[in-house]
């Protein structure tokens, strides 16, 4: 198709308005719709996956409860799911990985390996176990926080001296942001802790929000966002324009767009 030279002006900016109009469109659509094949799924969630300090005191006063109303209140479009279950290892862990991330989670926060450091599993164990839930969840392009962990010398001092190298020597191997320690500021603290000492209360999750979210917000940034994306092609005298949606439904009002989904 030849274009005059003298509309090529006209039609790019045509484009780029219908361009702004789809984009006003795919923020405003609220009704998720079931992906097909080669559907882009947006990364809107945010995976906790822990133990019962993911938990505590409750699941709505927890920290990933928190982290979820901070979000909201910066209008960022993206859901906490906290896969916390009370008692759980990075053995449980791992054996749930595969079922919790899905197409839509952009980010995952491991924050197991607290029973695991109690019962003395192996520190070979523990590393190998968060491995492979890091590996599984960057094959899938999802970024990942990994919270540290600490353990009392139950088990010897050179125990507790592994279990805390461990976590940075993954954290380093996968190049992943490591908090140091998921519970600065409020283990062995009862003003932090409930009756038994070693949960958090409210305050205590509240702390552990605040200390997890300066590592958080940054890969809220680094998130490929799917959405659309525009790529015009000039070849000669044709312009072609090339639009990424994440609502499928759309495309047969946009039939001047052509339209591919990865």
Sequence with gaps: MNIPLDVRPALAAACFALVALVASACA??????????????????????????AVSPTRDESFPALLQARLTALGLNWTVT?????????????????????????????????????????????????STIIEHAQAQRIRVLLCGMETPPLHGFDYSFD????????????????????????????DFNGSDGVHPN???????????????????????RPGLAVRLNHEKDRVSVTARLRTPSLSKTLSPIRLIYS
Excluded at 35 to 49: C, F, H, K, M
Excluded at 181 to 186: K, N, Q, R, S
């Design 82 to 130: 906290n896969a916390g279950i009370r008692g759980d290892t990075t053995t449980g862990g791992r054996r749930r990985a595969d079922a919790l991330l899905g197409p839509d989670v952009g980010i995952l926060v491991l924050t197991l390996g607290a029973n695991d450091g109690l019962r003395g599993v192996d520190v070979d164990t523990i590393e190998d176990n968060l």
């Design 163 to 190: 279990f805390h190298n461990l976590f940075r020597r993954v954290a380093s191997k996968y190049n992943v942001p490591l908090v140091p320690f998921l519970l600065t500021g409020v283990a062995l603290d009862p």
């Design 28 to 53: 405003s659509h609220s009704q998720p719709t079931a992906p097909t094949e080669g559907t882009a799924v947006p990364a809107s969630r945010i995976v906790v996956l822990g133990d019962s300090l």
């Design 202 to 224: 409210r305050a205590g999750a509240e702390r552990i929000a605040e200390t997890v979210w300066p590592y958080l917000e940054p890969l809220l940034e680094k998130v490929e």
